[in-house]
């Protein structure tokens, strides 16, 4: 099955040539990149967050394989969803399904289903996609949906995904997809955001998980980055930082209900 896009055009250019152009004038290739486990790139409309997560995407070594975690923002399908065949079409063109990896994650991690539903309508994970294919054109996905679920069912998750990973042969890069606090003032939503930057950057999954719940903070991708930290970890992770931070209102000029975004990088 190939995947249809179903935000460009609202999230980022429909047009290749126009996308392009974007990605030529906001992605700075780095003459030296960092190998990195996993990174936290942010999903709204590239007018918003394009430029900060073209920022860690550019100062990361893009591996042939990537795995994307993304949230499940419609409730659509299974709980933690693989899109497991085929391939996802994006303006400049189809990026093929890892099919060995997603086949070898969904042996060896129990909560992983094979389900293309989930992905139907999702955005968090496809505005990943045209970013990473501009730097690796050789570039093969393995998308996971990620939706309800208690923390100690995404340690697990993130755990058996870390060791899967450590038995893969290939080189694996982890992204999780997340915006972080939503539509409160431009000064509140950054210091509500510092609170879960501060959990990320002590590489404490479980921590970065009660920090948002308990301070009902609204990063919709929390999930997708307690499981990449806690899958980073398995795999040898031993630092974190933060490549970029901003908001909507630096963009809009609104800044009684902004939208934070943070890009952060594991290694």
């Not at 780095?30 to 190998?35: A, I, L, M, N």
């Not at 496809?126 to 570039?139: A, K, T």
């Amino acid at each position: 099955m190939i995947r249809e896009p179903a935000v460009a055009g609202t999230f980022y250019p429909q047009n290749r040539d126009e996308l392009l152009a974007y990605l030529q004038q906001t992605v700075t290739v780095q003459d030296q990149t960092e190998t990195c486990l996993g990174v936290i790139s942010p999903h709204a409309g590239y007018v918003y967050s394009g430029a900060i997560a073209a920022r860690v995407f550019a100062e990361t070594d893009i591996p042939r394989q990537v795995v994307i975690l993304g949230p499940n923002h419609h409730g659509l399908g299974a709980d933690a969803a693989v899109f497991n065949k085929g391939g996802w079409q994006t303006p400049l063109g189809n990026v093929p399904i890892a099919v060995g990896l997603a086949e070898h994650l969904i042996a060896h991690c129990p909560l992983l289903q094979a389900d293309q539903s989930a992905h139907r309508l999702e955005h968090s994970i496809e505005v990943q996609v045209p970013l990473l294919q501009y730097l690796q054109p050789e570039l093969e996905i393995v998308p996971i949906c990620l939706g309800s679920g208690g923390l100690d069912d995404w340690l697990a998750l993130g755990t058996s995904l870390g060791q899967a990973l450590n038995g893969w042969t290939e080189k694996v890069l982890i992204v999780a997809s997340s915006d972080m606090n939503h539509f409160l003032a431009a000064d509140e939503t950054r210091r509500l955001d510092q609170l879960a930057i501060d959990a990320v950057l002590t590489l404490d999954p479980a921590r970065l998980y009660r920090t948002v719940r308990d301070n009902h903070i609204s990063m919709c991708g929390v999930v997708p980055a307690v499981v990449m930290l806690q899958a980073a970890l398995e795999r040898g992770a031993s630092k974190c930082r933060l490549v970029g931070y901003g908001h909507s209102g630096e963009v809009n000029g609104d800044m009684s209900r902004v939208v934070g975004y943070a890009a952060m990088s594991v290694s």
